[in-house]
């Protein structure tokens, strides 16, 4: 007689909020706990010596409801102290534990920081499977010592009640931009023949006559609000390239605006250099550049029955990222 396997999805909040946070792992646990994994969010405190507190009287007595089976903890949860504990909790014979990674530090901010970087690794080392961003990602932990079972996710799923307009020939010479506006410094040098309509918190006091600030929204509201052409994806001080901590990033991870613009309806431009630049060619959902100076000549380039194809296709793949598909194929791999 098979006996059921019990699943679990461990999300990790700030112990004042009500909810996981990004919305990425909110939709993670939403699309896990509608496929019968029970949720269990740990409210952690910030101060040092309370994560230490909430650990012995807290933490201990959510992990103990855990029984024997799979358990995926999305990483990170931006204490070292207890992730070691939560492994070292979870991980045994009976358990199978793996980790959905939303971030990997020693690209994003620990890059050169070898110690750092290095008890990165050892976390990374310590679980039973690993769903990572994409293939880029992948190379660059074997590269530097991963030995865990690894899948890729490809891009992040998006739910979203958003419905996408049947796609038309016809284009409005919009191009959209979501994000933290603080990193996006390129904005102030980015001259082009589009509208640039420019979302989210800490726009700059001044922008060229092409950018419009149109305000920061809820990440569920705001796909009613990106009507255009194209999503932009870049990152850094430069339209030149993607440089900086965050351009270099990109190198490596699977941006979760990228699944924001695609579940809107909006095809993609994105570096050439970008992880997801292969991806976005190879399915034809949008065009790659090199520089933010040819973004111009580029988009003039695309023909109105491209532009249609592309619409389509974007239909298509935001129909996937709307139903969780892409988590729940990697998770499936992972478990056969």
């Known amino acids: 007689m098979k006996t059921e396997t019990f699943k679990y999805v461990i999300t990790a909040c700030d112990k004042e909020s009500n909810h996981a946070g990004p919305k990425a792992k909110e939709d993670i646990a939403r699309i896990l706990v509608n496929q019968n994994y029970q949720e269990n969010m740990l409210k952690i405190p910030s101060r040092k010596y309370k994560k230490i507190l909430y650990f012995l009287h807290s933490m201990n007595k959510e992990l103990n409801t855990i029984k024997d089976g799979i358990v995926v903890l999305q990483y990170p949860i931006y204490s070292l102290f207890l992730t070691h504990k939560i492994i070292k909790k979870l991980r045994s014979e009976d358990n199978k534990l793996i980790l959905v990674v939303h971030d990997i530090e020693s690209l994003r901010i620990f890059e050169g920081v070898e110690e750092d970087t290095k008890k990165e690794l050892e976390i990374l080392n310590s679980v039973d499977g690993l769903v990572v961003h994409n293939q880029s990602m992948v190379m660059w932990l074997k590269l530097h010592g991963v030995r865990t079972k690894m899948v890729t996710l490809k891009i992040f799923d998006y739910l979203s009640s958003c419905s996408i307009s049947k796609p038309q020939k016809g284009r409005t010479g919009i191009i959209c931009y979501a994000g933290n506006l603080y990193k996006a410094k390129f904005l102030k040098e980015f001259k082009t023949d589009n509208t640039v309509a420019v979302f989210g918190p ?64 909006l095809p993609i431009v994105i570096w050439k250099q970008a992880a997801l630049a292969n991806f976005v060619q190879e399915k034809s959902l949008g065009i790659v550049i090199e520089s933010l100076a040819d973004i111009d000549h580029t988009l003039g380039q695309v023909t109105d029955e491209e532009y249609l194809k592309m619409k389509k296709n974007v239909a298509e793949i935001a129909k996937k990222l709307k139903s969780g598909y892409f988590i729940t194929d990697a998770l499936s791999k992972l478990n056969q």
């Open 202 to 265: 800490n726009p700059a006091d001044n922008y060229p006559s092409n950018i419009e600030y149109r305000g920061q929204y809820a990440p569920e509201k705001l796909p009613e609000f990106l009507v255009g052409d194209y999503g932009l994806v870049w990152d850094g001080p430069s339209e030149n390239t993607c440089d900086g901590v965050y351009g270099h990033y990109l190198k490596y991870n699977s941006p979760h605006k990228v699944s924001l613009y695609l579940s809107s309806g």
